[in-house]
């Protein structure tokens, strides 16, 4: 066979490789993301039995915690808020939503004096330490044992936006 007849045969089967390559990479990326996001009982916004903060850590993402009531006017009023980011930031940020009401136990160990309550932690695990937390109105406590960062919180309702600024300084994209 001369040289010519080898490249019509060959071509297309680059073509057909290099096509199918990308389509098995891109349908990998997109199982991967259903697993964090959409199956994952982790990623669900309610917390009804359940916090584990190690396990939410350990997929090295963001963390915001609220801790609030069903029956709280300013939580009522942030409830849509918090639904509509968990569906718009699956996979980027996890949001939960304790009703320390319902689910006191859930809420011990964490410095709460009112509702709602969000406690904000970096996509390192750690508290997230904002360059200017006044700029978000934002509370640290420190641990007395080594004095380190422990808690970064914010007190009372925020819009959509809040939470979209505070995403933004906390490197979602």
């Known amino acids: 066979m001369n040289k010519s007849k080898w490249l019509k045969i060959l071509i297309p ?3 057909v490789c290099v096509i199918g390559g990308v389509w098995l990479l891109k349908n990998a990326q997109v199982s991967d993301t259903e697993q964090v996001s959409s199956n994952n009982p982790d990623f669900a916004l ?14 090295g993402l963001p963390i915001v915690i609220d801790f609030g009531a ?3 006017i300013p939580c009522k009023q942030m409830a849509p ?10 996979g ?11 689910y006191q136990e859930l809420a011990q160990g964490y410095p709460i004096s009112l509702i709602p309550t969000q406690i904000f932690i970096g996509a390192d695990g750690k508290p997230f330490n ?6 978000f109105q934002m509370n640290q406590f420190a641990a007395t044992e080594n004095g380190e960062l422990a808690f970064t919180t914010h007190e009372g309702g925020l819009t959509k936006e809040n939470f979209l600024k505070i ?7």
């Open 167 to 173: 995403f933004k300084a906390m490197g979602v994209q």
């Open 92 to 102: 980027k940020v996890i949001i939960k939503f304790v009703d320390v009401w319902k």
């Open 81 to 90: 808020v918090l639904a509509e980011l968990n569906e718009e930031y699956q």
């Open 130 to 135: 904002p360059e200017n937390p006044a700029d």
């Open 46 to 59: 309610h917390v009804t039995d359940e916090l584990d903060l190690d396990q939410l850590k350990s997929y």
């Open 13 to 15: 089967i680059v073509i």
């Open 70 to 72: 069903d029956s709280c």
